[in-house]
């Protein structure tokens, strides 16, 4: 079980404490600042700090003595990198996502950025370098932006039995995996289906737009993904996917995906694409146990209407003992539950808009 | 020797005080600063050498344009001023 949790927010990271049921406010760090990604390490304790910062780019702090002192890194960079055909050359425009390595892998960290970028680190984030296979496939030129301007990689999975597997989600640019650490990429995706494409191209694996990934961490053939107009899972792999008929909307961000029940997963819907907004101000969050055939609808605990929140990709998360979930908020509302999603109550806080949380 | 100073916003990785320079160019400028300020380049130009989007240098009161900003020639008693833009929020 974690201890803690960090919420990543439009204006600095919040560090809360596990305190009986709910969790306590401990610390603050950057306050004042965007932070887009943020992780704690479980391998080494090291704290990993994205800031996107509006004047002077992106920023990647480090600390290797719990918070006590910072280290600001160099952070992935596209220097050298040529520009596509009629674009500018790339650079950094955000961190979206950091993820560790697998345990057999010490000090090894993927990051997902905008735009579109895999790199990793293999000594804690002092160099980075991108990944070449995955940049150079012939077919990335034609990832496109989703919600920002830039294609962004937002999605990082980790295979828990085997770390040289790694699926990765990009907006836009569809589910890719590889089984080699990275050498070799294979795009996946059959079954998805793009609403807002031409339908000769609506099944097209390039253009799906999965807003977010998740896997059963036990058993991580069990893939759910939120996708820009539908929720789909693949049982056995990403290979396949089948679309879902969730509770209240399709559309959303975020998924949670249970560590140990490869049939539980946590949405948190909003009213599709144009609108994105909780339908008719009712913020919920939808639980399905029984992999997806059936979706409970989740309010107790949660604002009663209007709520017009809204809650980004990495906005839900479950912990590792399946049974506490954090929910945060782009107008800044935080909620934990400590069931599983049946109650959530309200962080006494109003924070800043929310970009992610994160247990560790 | 012109002179280059930096927004306060830049505190933490840039010259406290407005600096002397004998450098021609505002990028060889902070080439010359690197090595007391090592992040002071990556906070005001992208990683493939370009000004950033919301930063502004002003050159004797005039904003320079993006594009050439970088590389523009210094004069001997030019005051350059490297700001925030408030674009950039």
Not at chain 1, 264 to 284: H, I, L
């Amino acid at each position: 079980m974690s201890e803690r949790l960090y919420v990543a927010t439009r204006k600095g990271l919040f560090e809360w404490a596990r305190k009986g049921r709910g969790f306590s406010l401990r610390r603050e760090f950057f306050l004042g600042s965007p932070v887009s990604a943020c992780l704690r390490d479980p391998r080494d304790g090291a704290l990993y700090v994205a800031l996107h910062l509006g004047h002077f780019g992106v920023k990647l702090h480090r600390s290797l003595d719990d918070g006590a002192s910072w280290t600001e890194l160099s952070p992935p960079s596209y220097a050298g990198v040529a520009a596509d055909e009629d674009k500018e050359a790339p650079s950094l425009k955000m961190i979206w996502t950091l993820e560790p390595g697998g345990a057999d892998e010490p000090g090894l960290v993927w990051c997902g950025t905008l735009p579109g970028g895999l790199f990793s680190t293999r000594d804690k984030g002092e160099t980075w370098t991108l990944n070449r296979p995955l940049w150079d496939d012939p077919r990335r030129p034609e990832w496109v932006g989703g919600g920002y301007d830039d294609p962004g990689l937002h999605s990082i999975l980790v295979d828990p039995r085997d770390s040289r597997r790694v699926v990765v989600g990009i907006s836009t640019g569809g589910v890719w995996e590889t089984t080699d650490g990275g050498a070799h990429w294979t795009l996946q995706g059959e079954g998805l289906r793009a609403e807002y494409m031409p339908p000769e191209r609506a099944n097209d694996r390039l253009m799906q737009d999965v807003h977010r990934l998740a896997w059963c961490a036990k058993h991580p053939e069990s893939v759910w993904t939120q996708h820009h107009n539908g929720v789909f899972r693949a049982a056995k792999g990403p290979e396949k996917w089948r679309e879902l008929k969730p509770a209240v909307s399709g559309f959303g961000f975020a998924v949670a995906a249970h560590p140990t029940e490869r049939g539980t997963a946590w949405f948190a819907p909003a009213r599709k694409d144009e609108y994105r907004y909780p339908e008719a101000g009712r913020f919920v969050v939808t639980r399905t146990r029984d992999g997806g055939r059936s979706f409970e609808t989740l309010t107790e605990g949660l604002p009663k209407p209007p709520a017009y929140d809204l809650v980004y990709r990495h906005g839900l998360e479950v912990d590792e003992d399946g049974q506490t979930l954090a929910l945060g908020s782009t107008s800044g509302g935080l909620w934990f539950s400590a069931d599983g999603g049946d109650a959530w109550r309200a962080a006494p806080a109003r924070l800043p808009p929310i970009n992610a949380v994160r247990f560790g | 020797m012109a002179i280059v100073s930096f927004t306060s916003h830049l505190r933490r990785v840039a010259p406290s005080a407005p600096v002397k320079t004998a450098a021609a160019t505002l990028r060889a400028a902070l080439a010359t600063l690197a090595p007391a300020h090592p992040m002071l380049t990556p906070y005001l130009v992208d990683d493939q050498g370009r000004l950033r989007k919301h930063v502004a240098v002003f050159v004797d009161g005039a904003l320079a344009p993006r594009a050439q900003a970088l590389d523009l020639p210094i004069g001997e008693a030019a005051e350059v001023h490297v700001m925030q833009a408030l674009s950039g929020g």
